[in-house]
């Protein structure tokens, strides 16, 4: 018992280096996916001292219904550097890709491979491989595809290969096939919804224009900033499923499990560096 327990400790010592700190990048296909799927938990990671890095894999330049190119593209640039500044994470990069147009080519596997060796990623979280959008379906496969290429040197030879395989993990995700998400993880946001839902609240042409705009609400977005941030705020309430519910028992016990309102929860992929659930618990914040 005590002798895996010093494995487990040392895996982890290993791990986080001599200074305890993890490196972690949330990969996503659009210049605010990574907030909406990670914004709480990337929150908690740099107030823990951590550093996190977003990356779009495209520019966005097709996320609106009345402005579009590179003028959007501009745009949505400026509301991630917002966005980041209050979460508080190290870096917001995009890609220039074009939005709504992705394929998992070579050469956007080339750009994945450098942005995880370049940040030296202990955590790379990205999207499962089956969503309603082919963008954030690509995202996932191209992100798999570069799990192994990151340790193998004759590849992007340009950027030092990464001595250790990266833990890969997925969003959570509501689709059913082939396999319905799994929440090996489960964080609490309750404490930082706020500054989850402010960071959401910088993506003004996203939740307050384009979005409310394909659900044919646009009329009800109010006008005034704070009434809209606050209905912002009630719709991203989600319920818990009963798998979320047992893995939020299990990490924070049923009385505490109880109290809690916000979530973000994350499945292990079977690509990358393994750890056991006891790992993942010590390494995700609470
Ligand atoms: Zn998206």
Redesign the pocket.
């Known amino acids: 018992m005590q002798k895996t327990g010093l494995i487990l400790l040392a895996a982890a010592g290993a791990l986080l280096g001599q200074e305890g700190k993890l490196r972690i990048i949330a990969i ?3 210049p ?2 990574c907030d ?1 799927k990670s914004g709480g938990t990337a929150a908690k990671f740099a107030r823990a001292g951590h550093a996190v890095k977003f990356l779009s894999v495209t520019n966005g330049d097709a ?1 609106h219904q009345g402005e579009g190119g590179g003028m959007l593209a501009k745009r949505r640039h400026a509301e991630t550097q917002e966005s980041a500044r209050r979460l508080g994470i190290a870096e917001y990069e995009v890609l220039d890709n074009h939005d709504g147009e992705l394929t998992p080519t070579v050469e956007i596997r080339r750009q994945i491979i450098r942005a995880i060796r370049r940040w030296n990623a202990d955590i790379v979280l990205a999207p499962r491989p089956n969503d309603y ?1 082919p ?2 379906r690509y995202t996932g496969v191209l992100v798999q595809d570069a799990a192994y290429m990151v340790v193998v040197p004759n590849i992007c030879p340009d950027v030092p290969p990464l001595r250790k395989n990266p833990i890969f993990i997925y969003y959570q995700d509501g689709f059913q096939k082939p396999s319905p998400f799994r929440p090996d993880v489960v964080v609490a946001i309750d404490d930082i919804w706020d500054t989850k839902v402010n960071a959401l609240d910088a993506h003004t042409s996203q939740f307050y224009e384009w979005l409310p705009w394909v659900d044919g609400r646009l009329e009800q977005v109010p006008k005034d900033p704070a009434a809209r941030k606050k209905q912002l705020g009630g719709q991203r309430v989600q319920p818990l499923s009963a798998a979320t519910r047992a893995t939020l028992e299990r990490r924070y016990g049923a009385d505490r499990a109880k109290q809690v309102r916000y979530v973000e929860s994350f499945e292990l992929c079977e690509y990358g560096r393994q750890p056991s659930l006891e790992e993942m618990d010590k390494l995700f914040p609470k």
Do not use: L, R
């Open positions: 996503g296909a659009h605010d996916d909406i996320g959008h963008d954030h």
